[in-house]
């Protein structure tokens, strides 16, 4: 979701890898393992929770996160956990990165010490103050100055327990102060207007014939104003710290008033330090992206340049290839290329150009693309964007199944349980393996179609380049649907979204023999024992050496890469696309029973939208997708209740609180991709509930009256069009420019094969140059309009930098990131995002 800013779209979004923590402190007793897992959290709100670990000291779990971050945070933190059973599970230690400091650990394997999880520093949001200084006339016909203190509101305060009843506490601090006061408790909600004044005494009473009437300077230096903010409890323990401010008074100045925001800061109640690596450490990869994208006209000339590619002559040539050879990883290129290209219906022709150029430049027939080339790395983005639910619905039921059986399959002798039995295992995972083949050797009617039409690129190019080898135009296909697509999505079903979690190490262990022999079965190679290197894996697969396993592949390869094409007609068995448990508000169905909220399971498939008692159980309430007309935030002020959305239906909304911000998007953007294309979508809708006979958003009395706010829109339904084509051509020029040196060196190494027909310099070998005329032509192009887009970004900086002010409720007071960011300013007038 991107934050608007005068005309330009800021995304963020965060990839993490949650490798391993070590050392934890052993549990106080005489089992010292514990059973730990790992949260990731914005500021305190938990976004993603790892699987659990049990007894270890030093969990792995291998865990990848990816998410779109839909509101603005200060940290990005991790905690860990030990699971307790019986009392609530406590935190061992966390990690917390500033927003700021993000960038110095992206893309890199860091291991980060945890450190104390403390009451007192677990805070997030920021207040709203205004301090007035004014005099005030005594009866006895003095002068004295009082400070009048405003607490206005505040935002984005954590919920405590499931709840947030905030007040804040005000107080002069100073030698001889102790003066506290407090604001009314506001129930249910973490973003409390208070608009509550304090007044507070700051200098003894003056004579009128006193001609100063200023503060005088040294007792507003020993002055400041401290206010806590607290949630409300009923336990036993107390009243929540939840964050505070301190503000010295000598910030009134002249004019004798101040306004401004600021963030909560962690009360120092001066805890001992922990030493290095005391409570354990965390290994993390962390890659964090901010996209500032411009309006579409912004990003023409760049965009046209790109999506011309397919056309250059020769490909190496294009824009496109240029990208994939100055980048570090082919990867980084890939992705963006891939979407901006389906975005625009333009990835088959893209791909069959590339693809057919490295084919020419292939030798040997047995290494058509096994190597890291940009050809491979886009098919195989183009895969998991196209074919993600081709794969749930081929693999995830026995995938699902194998998971929860946990069958014996280890077939090595070496690691065989005394408990255990071989030819029972071997049973085991040849019953296994058959039920995947035959799933995914018989899905070939379901194979998406921009994925047939690539594979029978590939089939032809290979054919017509290697017309002695028949098998190559089965090779150059089932490289990728089996090794690149099949074989890594069974290896490790969660990277697919196969699988919430990555699976316990038994389960592991049956998921790579199965991987492995499936990527054998689907290779075709002349010797196939030969491709183990253990014995006990070459044995094993004598019960796949028959015929018929190698007809079924080359029938099922047949089929996906065949030039005819079908109309793609409703599967009958409906695709799941998403569940979990939320809490829905009563619809109201049964006119007199109680509005009230329960926890359900919800299950959404392509067909319809239901909810459950509990998961496994029979549907409570079924929505047809066709019944949905919109999908839409709920303002908080309905239900004092936050990351609420609604399912506006024909005759009601279904009301729904997800259990984060992450959780909700991701529920209202797959709940909006699958209706976009009813007939019957709203064009507006109510933001607020009606409540109490009436909309809280417009007041209206109807409960039919139509919406006074324009629906959001939402995602697309089409995959080619499930994509922002301006956000992906920002981050292919932030790519350019990122690698400007390289395309400098390119130039020169077009020039340089124009003019020398000897050998190469060694320092441009390492370009592809099929054409260093035409290749020099699309480099210039390319030069000047990542150009243009950085003089546009640095002069949208520029009156950013001139227009923000500091206290503001987009930059808070105690905002680290917007300090960094005056001064860079204040060093440099160019940047780069």
């Known amino acids: 979701m991107a934050v608007e800013e005068e005309g330009l779209r800021v995304f963020q979004s965060v990839k993490i890898k949650i490798g391993e923590a070590k050392n934890i402190p052993p549990y106080p007793g005489p089992n010292k393992m514990r059973d730990c897992y790992c ?12 699987k659990t ?26 905690y860990i956990f030990d699971r307790d059973v019986f009392r609530r599970d406590s935190s061992i230690g966390k990690v917390a990165v500033k927003k700021e400091d993000l960038q110095k650990y992206h893309g890199k394997d860091h291991w980060f010490p945890l450190q104390p999880v403390c009451a007192d520093s677990e805070v997030q949001g920021k207040v709203h103050l205004e301090l ?33 009843d905030p007040y804040a506490a005000v107080s002069l601090l100073g030698p001889s102060r102790s003066e506290a006061k407090k604001t009314k408790v506001k129930r249910k909600t973490n973003n409390p207007q208070f608009d509550e004044v304090f007044f507070f005494e700051v200098t003894k009473p003056l004579s009128y014939t006193k001609r100063q009437f200023d503060v005088e300077e040294d007792d507003v230096d020993k002055l400041a104003l401290k206010v806590d903010l607290w949630n409300a409890s009923n336990l036993k323990f107390g009243d929540e710290f939840l964050g505070e401010v301190r503000v010295q008074l000598k910030v009134l100045g002249q004019s004798g008033v101040h306004d401004a925001w600021y963030f909560l800061q962690p009360r120092d109640n001066g805890h001992k330090s922990v030493k290095a690596d005391e409570l354990g450490s965390l290994r993390l990869n962390i890659v964090y992206t901010e996209d500032h994208v411009f309006p579409t006209e912004h990003y023409n000339p760049l965009r046209d340049l790109l999506l011309h590619s397919a056309h250059v002559e020769p490909v190496s040539a294009s824009a496109a290839h240029i990208l994939g050879e100055a980048c570090r990883e082919k990867q980084e290129a890939a992705v963006p290329l891939v979407r901006l290209f389906l975005h625009y219906g333009k990835i088959v022709p893209f791909l069959s150009a590339i693809a057919h150029a490295e084919i020419n430049r292939t030798q040997d027939p047995n290494t058509i693309f096994r190597g890291n080339s940009l050809t491979s790395k886009c098919i195989d983005e183009t895969m998991k964007l196209a074919g993600m639910h081709y794969l749930r619905v081929t693999l995830k039921p026995i995938i699902d199944e194998i998971c929860a059986d946990h069958k014996p399959c280890e077939i090595d002798p070496v690691k065989l349980k005394e408990s255990e039995n071989l030819d029972t295992n ?45 098998d190559v135009r089965y090779t150059a296909v089932s490289s990728f649907i089996f090794l690149r697509f099949f074989a890594p999505a069974i290896l490790s079903p969660s990277l697919f979204h196969l699988r919430p979690h990555h699976p316990d190490p038994c389960t592991s262990r049956t998921l790579t023999l199965i991987s492995k022999t499936i990527q054998t079965l689907g290779s075709l190679a002349k010797s196939k024992s030969a491709n183990f290197k253990e014995s006990y894996m070459a044995a094993f697969y004598d019960y796949f050496n028959e015929q018929k396993y190698a007809d079924a592949v080359k029938n099922f390869l047949d089929l996906i890469s065949s030039s005819a094409r079908w109309d793609q007609k409703s599967i009958e068995t409906p695709i799941m696309l998403k569940e979990g448990f939320m809490i829905k508000r009563a619809q109201g169905r049964n006119r007199f029973g109680l509005k009230n909220f329960k926890k359900r399971w919800f299950r959404l498939t392509n067909h319809e939208f239901t909810y459950h008692k509990t998961k496994g159980e029979g549907a409570l309430c079924s929505i047809p997708i066709e019944n949905i007309l919109a999908v839409e935030r709920l303002e908080e002020e309905s239900f004092k209740m936050k990351n609420m959305f609604q399912v506006i239906q024909p005759e009601r909304a279904l009301y729904i609180q997800a259990n984060n911000c992450v959780e909700a998007r991701d529920w209202i953007d797959i709940l909006t991709k699958v209706s976009q294309c009813n007939r019957k979508r709203l064009s507006t809708y109510h933001p607020s509930a009606y409540l109490n006979g009436h909309w809280l958003c417009c007041k209206l009395s109807a409960d039919a009256a139509p919406g006074c706010t324009p629906c959001t829109g939402g995602l697309p339904a089409n995959i080619q069009l499930d994509v922002d084509g301006d956000r992906e051509t920002e981050r292919i020029y932030s790519l350019y420019s990122t690698y400007m040196s390289k395309l400098v060196k390119m130039q020169e190494a077009c020039g340089s094969k124009s003019v020398y027909d000897g050998p190469e310099q060694e320092e441009y070998s390492t370009f592809v140059i099929d054409d260093p005329q035409e290749t020099y032509k699309t480099l210039r192009l390319v030069i000047s309009a990542v150009q243009t887009l950085e003089q546009q970004h640095m002069q949208y900086k520029r009156d950013k930098f001139r227009k923000t002010k500091y206290g503001s409720q987009e930059h808070p007071i105690g905002d680290q990131s917007f300090q960094c960011y005056i001064r860079q300013q204040s060093e440099s007038s160019t940047y780069s995002i």
Not at 39 to 50: G, P, S
Not at 53 to 77: A, M, N, T, V, W
Not at 145 to 153: G, P, Y
């Open 53 to 78: 670990i049990e007894k270890s000291l030093c969990p792995f779990y291998g865990e990848d996160f990816y998410c779109e971050i839909p509101r603005s945070f200060r940290h990005l933190s991790f």
């Open 426 to 470: 071997r049973e085991n995972l040849r019953q296994y393996v058959d039920r995947i083949f035959n799933a995914i050797t018989s899905s070939g009617v379901s194979c998406p179609t921009v994925m047939c039409d690539i594979f029978f690129s590939l089939r032809e190019s290979a054919a017509s380049r290697f017309q002695v080898d028949p």
């Open 132 to 164: 007035r200084l004014s005099e005030v006339i005594t009866d006895s016909g003095g002068v004295c100055h009082k400070l009048a203190t405003r607490v206005l509101e505040c935002q984005d305060l954590p919920i405590v327990n499931g709840q947030c």
């Open 39 to 50: 949260t990731v959290n914005l500021d305190q709100e938990e976004v993603f929770r790892t």
